[in-house]
T-cell receptor
Framework: EAGVVQSPRYKIIEKKQPVAFWCNPISGHNTLYWYLQNLGQGPELLIRYENEEAVDDSQLPKDRFSAERLKGVDSTLKIQPAELGDSAVYLC????????????FGPGTRLTVT | AQSVTQLGSHVSVSEGALVLLRCNYS??????LFWYVQYPNQGLQLLLK??????LVKGINGFEAEFKKSETSFHLTKPSAHMSDAAEYFCAVSVESNDMRFGAGTRLTVKP
């Protein structure tokens, strides 16, 4: 069974440029999470989807960040415009449903903003 | 709100020695607790989880953790460290199907 797939794995952009990250969860997993992981810290939740509905986006900086999960499968996280402080690893995770607790993580996208 | 504190951002042990990574949690209701491992440039992999069954939980790669309610702790142990155990370890807590809160992580170094 394929795991959570993320692309790209690495991205370097200049500040003020847009960037997008893509995530394909494990087949059949209804819940999808985007996390931000700063260097030397644990992941912090940005947004959680139950199928195609964003049910917890309280930590998503909505002035520059946006996300979507079309048809309740793949998801895209976008930053526009990027700032230097956005340099971090963006992790995607999925779980069968919210009650199963066990989350499966993708390898992450390491973003560097110069 | 629930939270976890990992004591020690860096732990160094010799190969074959006991591994002990400390995690204390804060929660007003019974928690679910997890340990994840992260190797360089990879995502997080679940080592083990406590979901209110047995207090001693066995995980993958020879790791285990014991839930101690009186001490609000969920420390991770392994009797004998291997070079391949060198990684970043994260403790996490979840309450009543709420989302996970992760600790800051502990970097484990294994010396030959």
């Amino acid at each position: 069974e394929a795991g959570v797939v993320q692309s790209p794995r690495y991205k370097i952009i200049e500040k003020k440029q847009p960037v997008a990250f893509w995530c394909n969860p494990i087949s059949g997993h209804n819940t999808l999470y985007w996390y931000l992981q700063n260097l030397g810290q644990g992941p912090e939740l940005l947004i959680r989807y139950e199928n195609e509905e964003a049910v917890d986006d309280s930590q998503l900086p909505k002035d520059r960040f946006s996300a979507e999960r079309l048809k309740g499968v793949d998801s895209t996280l976008k930053i526009q415009p990027a700032e230097l402080g956005d340099s971090a690893v963006y992790l995607c995770a999925s779980s069968l449903n919210r009650g199963t607790y066990e989350q499966y993580f993708g390898p992450g996208t390491r973003l560097t903003v110069t | 709100a629930q939270s976890v504190t990992q004591l020690g951002s860096h732990v160094s042990v010799s190969e074959g020695a006991l591994v002990l990574l400390r995690c204390n949690y804060s929660s007003s209701v019974p928690p679910y607790l997890f340990w994840y491992v992260q190797y360089p440039n990879q995502g997080l992999q679940l080592l083990l989880k406590y979901t209110s069954a047995a207090t001693l939980v066995k995980g993958i790669n020879g790791f285990e953790a014991e839930f101690k309610k009186s001490e609000t702790s969920f420390h991770l142990t392994k009797p004998s460290a291997h070079m391949s155990d060198a990684a970043e370890y994260f403790c996490a807590v979840s309450v009543e199907s709420n989302d996970m809160r992760f600790g800051a992580g502990t970097r484990l170094t294994v010396k030959p």
